[in-house]
Each structure stands twice: as C-alpha cells, then as structure tokens.
C-alpha cells in the first residue's frame, strides 16, 4: 500500500509539474487583472482595489505592464513597460518611461525585483498562475536597520532591514 502511494503522490507531482512547465511567460499571462489591495503598514490595514495589465505592444520584445491603484473611484495609472533584456537567462527590466529603469528577474513564472529609493528598499514579487497572480511589495526604511554578526577570523557582519510597509493583492484574470 505504501508503495503504491508513493507511487501515486510522485505521478501527481510529475503532472503538475508538467502542466506549470506548459505555460510561457509572458504570452500566457497576458490579460487585466483585478482585485484588492490590502496595504498593512504602523497606522494599520487598507484595501484599496487595484488592477494589473500585462500586454503584447507592437515592438518585440516589449510589453505593456500597467499598475492601476483605485482610491475613492478615482483610478492612478502607472503606465510602464516590461522589456526583455535576456529572456533565457530570465532577465528583464521595467521601464517607468520617465528616466527610471529596474533590473528584474524571472524565476518560475514569478518576476523579482528590488531596488532602493529615498531611502527605502522594495522588493516586488509578481506570481503568475493560469486565472491569477499575485502581487506584493514590501517596503524598509534602510535607517531602521540592525546590524548584527559573528566574531573572530572569519568575523561576518549581518545588516537586517525590518518591513514597514507591506502590499499584498490576489488579482484575478479577466475574461
């Protein structure tokens, strides 16, 4: 029984494996999302509601990657561009379009990016599933850190940065 179990849990395990190998970045994911944002930071817990836009453009290699954050009806636009820098090793930047540019990386249907400014360290997380993503930032301030570490000849210094701020959203794909 056992090994008939075991058998079992490593076919479905192969499946699914298989069935999220199926899926190309960024041609499967193309779409509108829409959710809610819950922001959670020291004055507490927000939602907002916000959308996602990822989108093929007529230049190869270039896509639309839009954020839009909707407070009180009113809807904040962030039109940037997702651009291949190479694709095989998972690269790629997002371009502001104002002067701005982050390396990002792709990492199992999933793109990473972090980056400093004011002051502040974000990392940006964006898994992509066949009907959804999910979408997270986490913010600190590069003044709260705590340094911490090993003594001695092979003495390490460790710096942490504590979160402040976190967004996190569920985003469902349109139809």
């Known amino acids: 029984m056992k090994k008939t179990l075991l058998f079992l849990l490593t076919l479905i395990s192969f499946q699914l494996s298989a069935q999220s190998d199926s899926l190309?970045?960024?041609q499967d994911f193309y779409g509108i999302y829409k959710g809610n944002l819950h922001i959670t930071n020291a004055r507490g817990k927000q939602t907002i509601q916000m959308e996602f836009h990822l989108n093929p453009t007529d230049t190869v290699g270039k896509y639309q990657y839009?954020?839009?954050?909707?407070?009180?009806?009113?809807r904040q636009e962030r039109h940037y561009n997702l651009?291949?820098?190479?694709v095989e090793k998972g690269e790629y930047m997002v371009d502001e379009n104002n002067g701005i540019v982050l390396d990002a990386k792709l990492i199992d249907s999933t793109i990473f990016s972090m980056?400093?400014?004011q002051g502040s360290i974000l990392t940006t997380t964006e898994r992509f599933y066949k009907d959804s993503m999910?979408?997270?930032?986490?913010?600190a301030n590069k003044l709260q850190q705590t340094k911490s570490g090993t003594e001695g000849e092979d003495a390490t210094e460790v710096?942490?940065?504590?979160?402040?701020?976190?967004?996190?959203?569920?985003l469902i794909k349109q139809e």
């Open 24 to 26: 190309h970045f960024p």
């Open 66 to 74: 839009m954020l839009v954050y909707i407070m009180d009806g009113n």
């Open 83 to 86: 651009l291949e820098k190479n």
């Open 115 to 117: 980056f400093e400014v």
């Open 134 to 139: 999910d979408f997270e930032i986490t913010f």
């Open 159 to 170: 710096i942490s940065y504590p979160i402040s701020v976190l967004q996190k959203a569920h």
